[in-house]
């Protein structure tokens, strides 16, 4: 059974930063597309970023050059590190897990967390 398990959201001010981590268990993080999406109320969920099998990375335009994902396979976590953070990056953030070794735009998601609340304020 994959259970994630995620950590790390809060409340900061605008400009602030916050690392969210992922635990992963009856899953292994090395092998496949993992990514993280947010969901602010009254809006549609987001793809934020996306790290495949390889570690290579791909980034909502949004968050290019202020977020970064990454994972520790020894650990089997996946992590969000979020810089120079805005008002609109508050929602709630949710990691989530594919079978597919690449990140190819089109891989399912099948498995989610249960979300960090992410608070911003200005």
């Known amino acids: 059974q994959v259970q994630l398990v995620e950590s790390g959201g809060g409340s900061v001010t605008a400009g602030g930063s916050l690392r969210l981590s992922c635990a992963a268990s009856?899953?292994?993080?090395?092998?496949?597309?993992m990514g993280w999406f947010r969901q602010a109320p009254g809006k549609e969920r987001e793809r934020v970023a996306r790290?495949?099998?390889?570690?290579?990375?791909y980034y909502a335009d949004s968050v290019k050059g202020r977020f970064t994902i990454s994972k520790d396979n020894a650990k089997n976590t996946l992590y969000l590190q979020m810089n120079s953070l805005k008002p609109e990056d508050a929602a709630m953030y949710y990691c989530?897990?594919?079978?597919?070794?690449?990140?190819?735009?089109?891989?399912?998601?099948?498995?989610w967390g249960q979300g960090t609340q992410v608070t911003v304020s200005s």
């Open positions: 790290i495949n099998s390889g570690g290579s990375a």
């Open positions: 989530a897990a594919s079978r597919s070794v690449y990140c190819s735009g089109y891989e399912r998601f099948d498995y």
């Open positions: 009856g899953y292994t993080v090395s092998r496949y597309c």
